[in-house]
């Protein structure tokens, strides 16, 4: 390797004996060799991930004296520093004031896109297309190495069943296996082949574990389950990013068996190494390690050696592996020998990026202009923002409209840029996106709209204060709330159609913006009743981060739009879908419940051995006095302006060994007026096991095309692995017996065949 380190270590190389090289040979040679050279305190440096602050903020902790640290050789990363000009000097000062000379990783939160913003991922998930989410992650990760960023703190894998955590919003809802999907999706959209390419970055998958099962739907809250609802339900999607080759994995606030995640051996090591054999590295969460003070594990001394003892490799701001390790070492509570293997991972990823071979070549000041918030990039996110959009109710066919329509258009996220990306969208610029009323305009300039506000998205300032701390997110009229209505419902009644724009502002959902009420904010639910008594037609375009409880606008006469935070295009893609120039496709990945009360409500829930009637309330079984079990809207609900008939449900064997896979066919028609796409969902149930089964699980899914009056034969493969389970000693078994496979456009499916396992 014909570089500055090559000629480093060449000298080093030549000492290294023939038995100690054997023992290294699963090594990167060129590793080991600058291992020999430094000292405790320069692999202990390695171990600190800082934040300079003045650029993107994503926590509450700012680091302090960063220059002085990297010229001390105390830092091995830098987050939050964007742009090739700031990170070529940032890797100026790592590579000519050290001793080593060692070039830095640059990370940042790059969760749905860098300039070009995605929908929030909740809402890409409901695309169910794995070729478009991984496009996405692809450019997203093209975007942010243009700017000198070469690792992602994305994605997050965490499975979440309460939608009052407003993480929610940032992860792929509350199934295993369509979350291990997307994870491996992503994972293959930010890394590719090879991370050598200026255009691939470190994945992080995160966060490591258990984060979406937070108590009480609270944000950093502790959470409690036994091991098999852990490996059966809430594992598999990190251990499938694993598999895709990820890099890097960050430990989640969160305990886990009552020890914080940073700092838990049985995870980090016996789990996430052994088990799964992970060889990449790990970092904290912001803080995480310090937090763990408060969680009443001890000082920060105890904490940071008890984290690095359990396989945490890199320290996110805290720093307390900068200014304790030396201490635990000396006192025999840290092994060095802990220390460089950490500091071996970490140096381990620089290489693999190419960074000792070029330090600079995440900046080349010509690929901003050349690579990022391109007109194909923003295509894509255009396309990515309809097919995230769910149809939840088309009230008398309104929708589509027509492009020559009377349209009254209200509501306080009609023509609101600040709203438009969606949360944790810290790279993105608001201002560049598209809002509502410039798309209908863009994409019906014969259409005749007026525009009113109608409402504030909450009347309450103290509420509004806390949403507002990223930018106004929630900005309250000067006029007053009946002065905002009163323009509305003036405008309505000259339209031939409502358009109201309603929901949740950008940080309602998201970190540190957990709700215990989950409904549509009052200012809005006023403003909407209003509309409806107009009698003119009324379609909610409704935006959220999480499943909302909107049991009441259910019940009313309006058509529902669902299209979460949409992104950058925003306006232009929900236009397209409005007006039928797309037929919405979409299907929920997160169960939409009747009320908070209802919470958790998922699909594959457990029938209990008083299983709930059907039909009318019986005493003594499990059920509510006040509400169905069933949620409000399921798990892969969508409508389409067309409509779907399921046929001809069909397996390749009704009876198969262990290791054999059964192909499940069955015909889809078009039966409505338009061309669409529908994604076909295959649901599993082990009627007989060891350990109680859930009702239904997915274990398979389509998207496919068909045009208007076409048949289309979908074929699926139930692979012997979709048959196994984590019995009760942690074995990853199938057991004999008879199964039932069900088929249909979401997880109510009633078409439905048997076959056995012998």
């Known amino acids: ?101 060692i070039p830095l990783l640059i990370g940042s939160d790059i969760i749905h896109g860098y300039k070009t913003t995605f929908p929030i991922p909740l809402g890409l998930s409901s695309s169910w297309d794995m070729e478009l989410i991984e496009k996405t992650a692809q450019i997203a990760a093209k975007e942010a190495t243009a700017d000198g960023i070469n690792w992602n703190f994305s994605p997050m894998v965490d499975i979440a069943r309460d939608p009052r955590w407003g993480r929610i919003s940032e992860g ?41 099962a937070s108590e009480g739907g ?35 606030f969160n305990d886990v068996d009552g020890v914080p995640a940073s700092g838990n051996k049985w995870l980090l090591t016996d789990l996430l190494r052994e088990q799964w054999g992970f060889e990449g590295f790990v970092v904290s969460d912001y803080t995480s390690v310090n937090e763990m003070i408060a969680h009443g594990l001890g000082d920060l001394q ?25 201490k635990s070492v000396d006192e025999g509570k840290v092994s060095e020998a802990t220390i460089t293997n950490a500091c071996r991972r970490i140096l381990e990823a620089k290489y693999k990026l190419g960074l000792f071979e070029d330090p600079y070549k995440y900046s080349d000041s010509k690929r901003p202009k050349r690579d990022i918030l391109t007109a194909a990039n923003k295509e894509v996110a255009r396309e990515a923002a309809r097919k995230s959009f769910v149809l939840l109710k088309n009230e008398n066919k309104t929708l589509p409209l027509a492009k020559t329509a009377k349209i009254a258009l209200v509501g306080p996220l009609a023509n609101n840029k600040n709203n438009m990306l969606g949360t944790w969208a810290p790279t993105g610029d608001p201002q560049l996106s598209t809002p509502i009323l410039e798309g209908l305009k863009n994409v019906a300039p014969n259409a005749e709209i007026s525009y009113s506000k109608g409402a504030n998205i909450s009347n309450d300032s103290a509420y509004a204060k806390k949403i507002n701390v990223f930018g106004p997110r929630i900005k309250i009229s000067e006029a007053t709330p009946e002065a905002l209505l009163e323009e509305a419902l003036k405008n309505a009644k000259s339209a031939d159609v409502v358009v109201a724009v309603v929901g949740e502002a950008s940080e309602m959902s998201g970190e540190s913006s957990s709700r215990t009420d989950i409904t549509i904010p009052e200012s809005q639910k006023t403003l909407i009743q209003e509309l409806v008594k107009t009698g003119k037609p009324v379609v909610l375009v409704l935006m959220s981060g999480r499943p909302l409880d909107i049991t009441e606008e259910l019940a009313l006469p309006v058509s529902i739009l669902q299209v979460w935070h949409p992104g950058i295009e925003a306006g232009n893609a929900v236009a397209d879908v409005l007006f039928g120039d797309h037929n919405p496709s979409g299907k929920l990945t997160a169960s939409w419940p009747q009320n908070v009360g209802q919470i958790p409500v998922y699909h594959s829930m457990k029938t209990t051995g008083r299983p709930a009637p059907s039909t009318e309330f019986q005493k003594f079984k499990s059920q509510y006095l006040d509400a169905a079990n069933a949620p409000a809207l399921a798990f892969g609900y969508g409508l389409s302006y067309t409509t779907f008939e399921y046929s001809n449900l069909n397996l390749s064997s009704k009876s198969i060994g262990q290791n054999e896979d059964v192909t499940v066919m069955v015909d889809v028609t078009n039966t409505g007026a338009y061309d669409g796409e529908e994604v076909v969902q295959l649901y599993l149930h082990d009627v007989v096991r060891s350990i109680t089964p859930p009702m239904r699980t997915l274990k398979g899914f389509h998207k496919v095309f068909i045009k208007k009056g076409e048949t289309k034969t979908v074929e699926l493969t139930l ?18 017996g008879e199964f039932e496979v069900f088929v249909g456009g979401d997880s109510n499916a009633t078409l439905k065949e048997t076959f056995i396992l012998n």
């Not at 291992?35 to 994503?58: D, F, R, S, Y």
């Not at 105890?302 to 030396?326: H, Q, R, Y």
């Not at 012997?720 to 199938?734: M, P, Q, V, W």
């Open 719 to 736: 692979k012997a692995e979709d048959l196994k389970f984590y019995n009760g000693s942690l074995e990853f078994i199938s057991e004999p």
């Open 218 to 252: 609270r944000d950093y809250n502790t959470t409690d389950m036994s091991r098999v609802k852990m490996f059966n339900e809430y594992l598999p999607p990190y251990k499938a990013a694993i598999d895709a080759g990820a890099e890097s994995v960050m430990s989640s």
């Open 172 to 212: 792929a809802g509350e199934d295993p296996y369509l979350g291990s999907a997307i994870a491996k999706a992503m994972v293959t959209g930010y890394q590719q082949q090879d991370l050598t390419e200026e255009n691939t970055m470190i994945s992080t998958v995160k966060h490591f574990a258990l984060y979406g």
């Open 302 to 326: 105890a904490v940071s050696a008890l984290s690095i003892n359990a396989g945490l490799d890199m320290d996110m701001v805290g720093e307390g592996f900068l200014t304790t390790l030396k």
């Open 1 to 101: 390797m014909k570089n500055r380190l090559s000629k480093l270590i060449l000298a080093a190389v030549i000492l290294i004996g023939a038995q100690t090289f054997a023992q290294e040979a699963q090594h990167i040679p060129e590793v080991e060799a600058l291992l020999k050279k430094m000292t405790l305190e320069e692999k202990i440096g390695q171990l600190n991930l800082l934040t300079p602050g003045g650029g993107v903020a994503t926590g509450s902790v700012v680091s302090k004296n960063v220059e002085e640290k990297i010229k001390a050789g105390n830092v091995g990363g830098l987050f939050g520093v964007t742009g090739p000009d700031k990170i070529r000097q940032a890797q100026e000062i790592a590579v000519k004031n050290t001793r080593l000379g």
